[in-house]
Every structure is written in C-alpha cells, then in structure tokens.
T-cell receptor
Framework: QKEVEQNSGPLSVPEGAIASLNCTYSDRGSQSFFWYRQYSGKSPELIMSIYSNGDKEDGRFTAQLNKASQYVSLLIRDSQPSDSATYLCAVRERGGDDKIIFGKGTRLHILP | EAGVTQFPSHSVIEKGQTVTLRCDPISGHDNLYWYRRVMGKEIKFLLHFVKESKQDESGMPNNRFLAERTGGTYSTLKVQPAELEDSGVYFC????????????FGPGTRLLVL
C-alpha cells in the first residue's frame, strides 16, 4: 500500500522563526511532490510543487526533496500567524494517470 | 474567474437515505476529481473524469457510490443508501490538460450520516 507519512502535530513555532515540516513516502518511483495548505474548514490550496532533488524556493517557502531518502520537507521562513494551518504533503503515483496520495497533514501553529 | 464550486456545503442525513453531491469545475477544465476525507484520515482519491469519461474510478469505496458527469461539465456523486462510515468531507478538484498540473480544489461538502 502506497503511503505518505507526516507527523500530525501540532507543531508550535514562534512568530518569525523557521517552521520545518517533514514528509516521507513509500513509492520510490514517485516523481511529483506537492505541499498543500488547508485552513480549518477550507479547501486545500497548493503552495509548492517539486519534481527534482534539491531545494525549490518561492518567497518565504522552500521545498526540499531527497528521492534517495524518500523525503520531502517544507520550510517556512519568518513564520507569521497567518501561516497557522494544516499542511498536507501529497505525492503523485508513479505511472498513475494523475492519482495523488495525500498524507494526513501536519497542524502548524505560529505563536504570536 | 470562478473557482471550483460544490453544493451543498453541508448535508446531514439518516442512514439508508440518499444524498447527491454536486461539483462545478472551473470553466474549461476537462479533468475533474472527487476525493473524500473521513475524520482522522487522509484525503483519499475516489475517481477522475476526463470530460464525461471515467478515467480512473479505482478509489470508489463500493457500489453505493455513483458518479456522473453528463456533458462533461458539472459532476454529481450519489451515495445510495448512505451508511455511517460515509460521513466525511467530499472534495472536488479540477485541472486543465496536461492533467498533472495543479488541481484546484473546491470548498468541499461536509456529509454527516446519522
């Protein structure tokens, strides 16, 4: 069974600090990796996608991918209270037509 | 441009009743997906339409669930008869071709079966 694992949290981070969210996946052949942000009661919103090993930066967000370790992470610099949400890691299945496997999500709480 | 819309936002029904959920994708998006999140679990894929055709319905839990997308526009997901374990949030998402790009999610329908 293909799985995406995340620590459920909550992860509490002081405002202005770096929040680090981690995710591991079981399908070694997976090629596409996504981070979604979901505010309580709202729809998931894509904030980062990454396809190659290494880092990808977008504003305060940096996604990191290590395919050898089957590990994806999301760093949020200068954390703001508005970053408080659940962050979902998602992996696109190898060879699948577009099926995405989600993790359960990590609840992030930024402390003012 | 309007996003993905879903109706109703909430539904409370009794076990054994029928419920129909509706999803209107972003205009021009041929790909439409249904997902479900049961409380405490991860979001799980149910099925994928390309226009009016079911591309992949491997995530449908059982034959009590029927999805349609007549005309390749909006889609409905019917649960008949509903069971307690069907409670959860049902999300719809849509995307343009190539369909591996961003899927835009709707706000979800929160279904509670009593």
């Amino acid at each position: 069974q293909k799985e995406v694992e995340q620590n459920s949290g909550p992860l509490s981070v002081p405002e202005g600090a770096i929040a680090s969210l981690n995710c591991t996946y079981s399908d070694r052949g997976s090629q596409s990796f996504f981070w979604y942000r979901q505010y309580s009661g709202k729809s998931p919103e894509l904030i980062m996608s990454i396809y190659s090993n290494g880092d990808k930066e977008d504003g305060r967000f940096t996604a990191q991918l290590n395919k050898a370790s089957q590990y994806v992470s999301l760093l949020i610099r200068d954390s703001q209270p508005s970053d408080s949400a659940t962050y979902l890691c998602a992996v696109r299945e190898r060879g699948g037509d577009d099926k995405i496997i989600f993790g359960k999500g990590t609840r992030l709480h930024i402390l003012p | 441009e309007a996003g993905v819309t879903q109706f109703p936002s909430h539904s409370v029904i009794e076990k054994g009743q029928t419920v129909t959920l509706r999803c209107d994708p972003i205009s021009g998006h041929d790909n439409l997906y249904w997902y479900r999140r049961v409380m405490g679990k991860e979001i799980k894929f149910l099925l994928h339409f390309v226009k009016e055709s079911k591309q992949d319905e491997s995530g449908m839990p059982n034959n009590r669930f029927l999805a349609e997308r007549t005309g390749g526009t909006y889609s409905t997901l019917k649960v008949q008869p509903a069971e307690l374990e069907d409670s959860g949030v049902y999300f719809c998402a849509s995307s343009q071709e190539p369909s591996w790009e961003t899927q835009y999610f709707g706000p979800g329908t929160r279904l509670l079966v009593l």
